[in-house]
Structures are given as C-alpha cells and as structure tokens.
C-alpha cells in the first residue's frame, strides 16, 4: 500500500507563485512514474506533468515553461514549482504514484488563483 500526501496548496493572486509537495509512505513498494492532475469545477481530471524513474518529464501544453516537476528517487517525493500562475490554473491538484500493481492517489489540495 501506498499513501500520498499532498500541501503547499492556497491562494495567490495571477502572476504569483506556489510550490506543491507530495510525501509518500510504503514500505518496500517500488514507485515508477509519479505525477501531478487537477481538477477544476466541471471539469475532468487532467495530467499537468509527470516524471519517470529516470527522470523524464512530461507537461501539459497549458503549463509548459511555468510549471516544473521534479522528484526525491530516495524519499519518494515530488513536487511541483508553479510559476506565473492563471487563474484558470485554479483546481484541485492531486498527486499520483504508479507502481507495478497499481495507481495511487493523494486527496488533493486547492489551488485558487485571483485575477
């Protein structure tokens, strides 16, 4: 089993920033690709970015050049640095861990973004 973590989630006004955290814990579970989606009212869950082992990264064409994710291979971690934030960026962000057998989810943190 794995639990994951999310914060640093909160309200920051359109061109500020925030930094997502997510903490996993399992004993003994291998974490392959890990990954930040958020929903917004209305809509469906969307990737925003993902990391693999070897650390490759993928990005939603919304976020590309103001968001950057990145990961602790050791802890387990990762995280998302959000730059030059919309209003639209306002969702729920929820991390997500893929191991062999499964996907995980966190419960999500709010982000809101006042224009």
């Known amino acids: 089993q794995v639990q994951l973590v999310e914060s640093g989630g909160g309200l920051v006004q359109a061109g500020g920033s925030l930094r997502l955290s997510c903490a996993t814990s399992?004993?003994?579970?291998?974490?392959?690709?890990m990954a930040w989606y958020r929903q917004a009212p209305g809509n469906q869950r969307e990737l925003v970015a993902s990391i693999i082992r070897g650390g490759t990264t993928t990005y939603a064409e919304a976020v590309k050049g103001r968001f950057t994710i990145s990961r602790d291979g050791t802890k387990n971690t990762v995280e998302l640095q959000m730059s030059s934030l919309k209003p639209e960026d306002t969702a729920v962000y929820y991390c997500n861990a893929q191991t062999f057998v499964r996907s995980y989810w966190g419960r999500g943190t709010q982000v809101t973004v006042s224009s």
């Open positions: 399992g004993r003994g579970v291998v974490i392959n690709d």
